[in-house]
């Protein structure tokens, strides 16, 4: 059985970093594209970043230059790095990915972030 989880997140300053982590079990996630998204209450849905399989990586505009995904092959795990904190970060982050034969995508329960002024 396939899950995801992630962790890390919490109550950060605005301006600072932190790192929110995606480890898997049942499949190599650091062997398939990975997508964080992230979702404010009230707020639509957001991709905010997205790594392949082969490494390449993509961020939304929003993000840009201050998000950072990266993978531990060892640890099976993908992370996604937050530096500057702004005010419009706070949501819940999600990681997925793509479940064989096109039926959808495994989803982490999500890990919180919150920014402190």
């Known amino acids: 059985q396939v899950q995801l989880v992630e962790s890390g997140g919490g109550l950060v300053p605005a301006g600072g970093s932190l790192t929110l982590s995606c480890t898997a079990s049942g499949i190599i996630l650091t062997s398939k594209p990975v997508v964080w998204y992230r979702q404010a209450p009230g707020n639509q849905r957001e991709w905010v970043a997205a790594i392949t399989s082969g490494g390449a990586t993509n961020y939304a505009d929003s993000v840009k230059d201050r998000f950072d995904i990266s993978r531990d092959n060892a640890k099976n795990e993908v992370y996604l790095h937050i530096y500057g904190v702004r005010p419009e970060d706070p949501a819940t982050y999600y990681c997925?990915?793509?479940?064989?034969?096109?039926?959808?995508?495994?989803w982490g329960q999500g890990t919180q972030v919150t920014v402190s002024s």
């Open positions: 997925t990915t793509p479940k064989p034969r096109g039926l959808g995508d495994y």
